[in-house]
């Protein structure tokens, strides 16, 4: 058997890094994707329990505001005022259904699930690939990957780890020196990749939704309820409120009736 030429040895020796950084590369693919999905079901989940209260706390709010501009209805700043309080109370409100829309969607990725995105990401991943136009349909492939696997939708990996398999792109050059230079750049596109997916993770475990996901996590290990707590403090907020905003429909009541009862007219008729 002749010896391998010094070309084709390197090309050996490079085939084996990049197999070792395929891998490398799927699993923190899959991590990134696992974390994205954890996060997003956490905020669902957390909206859904303290940010609704939040919402009812703005309706509150916005109809106190409203209440107090009946008061004084030629006060620029206080109609300004209700009026802002009423687009925040109505955006509260569709976020508070939408987190209660996505909390209904419980995320748990089965091992088919886990097993098909790790072979599929190591094999598709746009930073694979050699020139620009098959770069970014590469892209739209994991990112179609990407939407399959968090919403456990089997079926579609499936079918999208054939329909690659079957990809005439996946064929490679003819000569060691095409070969040798492609291991080459495919080594360094995934490791700029590694670099971009570990920026990524240092970002989300230093946002305030990572934080607080963890401190609620350790105070479950301590036997606490966090969400619980905030949600309950939100609700004594709610009745404080709540008994200001009959305060002042009170107020305004007797108002309405002193004038229709003096001068049988409705208030409004002065507004």
Known sequence: MEPLAPEEVELKKKRAVLERLKDRLADREEEMADLRAELKQFEANYSMQVGRLYAELDEIEAEIAEEEYKLVPDDEEIKKKAEELRRRAEESAARALEAAEAADRKWEPTTEAKKAYHSLARTIHPDLALDAAEKERRHGLMAQLNQAYSSGDQAELSRLAD?????????????????????????????????????????????????????????????????????????????????????????????EEYVKEKYGMEISDFR
């Open 163 to 255: 329909e690659f398999r079957n990809s005439p792109d996946l064929v490679s050059g003819d000569s060691i020196g095409d070969e040798l230079v492609r291991a080459i750049r495919q080594i360094s596109q995934v490791k700029h990749r590694l670099l971009v997916l570990a920026r990524e993770r240092t970002e989300a475990e230093g946002s305030e939704l990572y934080a607080l996901r963890e401190k609620m996590i350790a105070e479950e290990a301590e036997g606490r309820d966090m969400i619980a707590q905030m949600s309950a403090r939100t609700v004594v907020q709610i009745r404080k409120s709540t008994r200001r905003l009959e305060n002042l429909k009170t107020v305004n009541q007797a108002a």
